[in-house]
């Protein structure tokens, strides 16, 4: 009996850590609700959201949330073509959580490369970089921001993002905890007392 109720309640306590706020695969077209919601099929790849060029420096969204102490957000970052010492990033609520340049047009300059079909009207690079970061958070809303510092238009470099995630870490709050604990030392005792 004893066993069961360990194992309920760390059941129970293994579902509040994490809660996905959003989940995109490129299987599918990503969620709207961006400044911009354009996206684009990338052949086997599937679903991006962009790309754009320098007529769109940025795109941002706003999500509600609630009871987290951090945020964990997670999503493939597109560099594609021309790229010179300019930068890919993500702001969270006005503040940078993440950029990574690119040196110069004729080198993956430290990104991954993908070598399937991919909008690359350009001819070069088609970059990307695989980012997952956490930041503190114990408020009820947060703004994303993804951009880049391109200075062409989207037939000479191009930006993008996909496969976004973003989950919400939370503490269980103290009573879960509580109960969770006296479990663990009920279970603790019963095996002394044998």
């Given at each position: 009996m004893k066993n069961i109720l360990f194992l309920m309640l760390l059941l129970f306590t293994s579902f509040v850590f994490a809660v996905d706020?959003?989940?995109e695969t490129p299987a599918a077209p990503g969620t709207t609700g961006w400044t911009n919601n354009e996206q684009t099929n990338a052949g086997v790849y599937g679903y991006v959201h962009g790309m754009w060029g320098s007529?769109?420096?940025?795109v941002e969204r706003t999500f509600a949330t609630s009871g987290q102490t951090s945020i964990t957000i997670s999503f493939r970052y597109w560099a594609v073509d021309s790229w010179d010492n300019e930068t890919g990033y993500l702001n969270f609520n006005g503040s940078q959580l993440w950029a990574k340049a690119v040196s110069t047009y004729n080198a993956p300059s430290g990104w991954d490369t993908y070598s399937g079909?991919?909008?690359?009207?350009w001819g070069g690079y088609k970059r990307y970089a695989d980012v997952s970061v956490t930041t503190a958070f114990t408020g009820t809303s947060f703004t994303l921001r993804f951009g880049a510092t391109i200075n062409e238009a989207e037939n000479n470099e191009?930006?993008?993002?996909s496969n976004l995630s973003i989950s919400n870490n939370v503490v269980p709050e103290p009573a879960?905890?509580?109960?969770?604990c006296i479990a663990l030392s009920l279970l603790?005792?019963?095996k002394y007392k044998k």
């Open positions: 706020i959003l989940l007529e769109l420096p940025y079909t991919f909008p690359n009207p191009s930006w993008g993002f879960t905890l509580f109960i969770f603790a005792l019963g």
